[in-house]
């Protein structure tokens, strides 16, 4: 049974934009071991500033399953959408959840039919998991008014590539479904990045997956950036040589992880981890010949002043 996150999505302020994490399920502790084997316990442990949010006394990651939501430039905007419920996966630990991820959701002010913007950052499975909702024993898309995004690259990649079985079924019940809907929508994502609106916009990431992008969010003189899996843990940032078991190109997963993290220490934005466990959040900041992070807690007081302004059916008004 896994531990229930809070109840109440923790937030951050960007400029005038609120982001707020919406809490999937915490990952189990074997889930650091299989993903970045080579952050063993005795490296963690080199690094006091990794416990114990991050890692466990005995030096083994934490990690988390968490999308972000936010309105920016007037709309409702989910960054990624975790592993799902009911569906049938080879992982244990993913394999048919019961969470209440949809009701966290709704709690924050994003009820499914009020968003417009669905950004994933790649077609892995514990990122689209959400993109889709059993309704009548079929799969239909969880957000049928948003427009789903992901690049090119990444939608090419797949769709030239042969999946075994497990791959092919989580494209079956959480990908297909929102293409045959007329949802989906490959952008080409040049190296500069693209706007998609005003102070959202996508960066090319590549290495995790061919196309993975991350979301750089810029309001006023403030910025942060929502990582995906370019940056899976903050071990990364004291090793960014360290990468993931299932790193398509891990050289060039390396390269960008490390240009990642030379722009955020040199700009201040705040970096957001798709899978860093609370505190989620923290300026990246120079430590030796490698970094590390200071934690920014969210606010988990009330629901942020931007939902408390949603009409009925959760829209803004």
């Known amino acids: 049974m896994h531990a229930a996150p809070p109840a109440v999505s923790p937030s951050w302020t960007v400029g005038a934009v609120t982001v707020q994490r919406i809490d999937e399920v915490p990952l189990p502790p074997q889930t650091g071991p299989w993903l970045l084997p080579a952050a063993t316990p005795d490296v963690v442990r080199e690094r006091d500033w990794l416990r114990p949010a991050f890692a466990d006394p005995d030096g083994v990651l934490r990690l988390d399953s968490h999308s972000f939501a936010m309105v920016v430039d007037g709309l409702r905007v989910v960054v990624d959408t975790g592993i799902g419920n009911g569906k049938t996966r080879a992982n244990p630990a993913w394999h048919d959840l019961r969470t209440d991820y949809l009701e966290r959701l709704t709690l924050a002010g994003f009820p499914p039919e009020s968003v417009d913007l669905v950004v994933l950052?790649?077609?892995?499975t514990d990122h689209v998991g959400w993109n889709t909702r059993r309704v009548d024993g079929a799969?239909?898309?969880?957000?049928?008014?948003?427009?789903y995004l992901t690049s090119k690259?990444?939608?090419d990649?797949?769709?030239?590539?042969?999946?075994?079985?497990?791959?092919?079924?989580?494209?079956?019940?959480?990908?297909?479904?929102?293409?045959?809907?007329?949802?989906?929508?490959?952008v080409d994502v040049p190296a500069g990045g693209l706007t998609v609106a005003a102070g959202l916009e996508l960066l090319p990431t590549p290495g995790h997956t061919p196309g993975h992008i991350a979301v750089r969010l810029t309001s006023g003189a403030a910025s942060a950036l929502v990582t995906g899996d370019c940056i899976h843990h903050p071990v990364q940032l004291a090793h960014p040589d360290?990468?993931?078991?299932?790193?398509i190109d891990p050289a060039q997963a390396e390269r960008t992880r490390r240009s990642l993290l030379a722009s955020l220490a040199a700009g201040g934005a705040l970096?957001?981890?798709?899978?860093?466990?609370?505190?989620?959040?923290?300026r990246v900041v120079a430590d030796?010949?490698?970094y590390r992070l200071e934690p920014v807690s969210g606010r988990?007081?009330?629901?942020?002043?931007?939902?408390?302004?949603?009409?009925?059916?959760?829209?803004?008004?």
């Not at 360290?242 to 790193?247: H, M, T, W």
């Not at 988990?300 to 008004?317: E, F, K, M, N, P």
């Open 157 to 186: 990649f797949w769709a030239g590539r042969a999946m075994d079985d497990a791959r092919a079924a989580v494209f079956r019940d959480s990908v297909h479904p929102v293409d045959e809907a007329g949802l989906l929508e490959a």
């Open 153 to 155: 690259a990444e939608y």
């Open 300 to 317: 988990t007081g009330a629901v942020a002043a931007v939902d408390r302004c949603a009409d009925a059916d959760g829209r803004t008004a």
């Open 271 to 282: 970096l957001l981890g798709t899978h860093f466990p609370p505190p989620t959040a923290g």
């Open 242 to 247: 360290i990468g993931s078991c299932v790193d």
């Open 288 to 290: 030796g010949d490698a």
């Open 121 to 124: 950052t790649h077609l892995h």
């Open 139 to 147: 799969w239909v898309p969880t957000f049928p008014r948003a427009r």
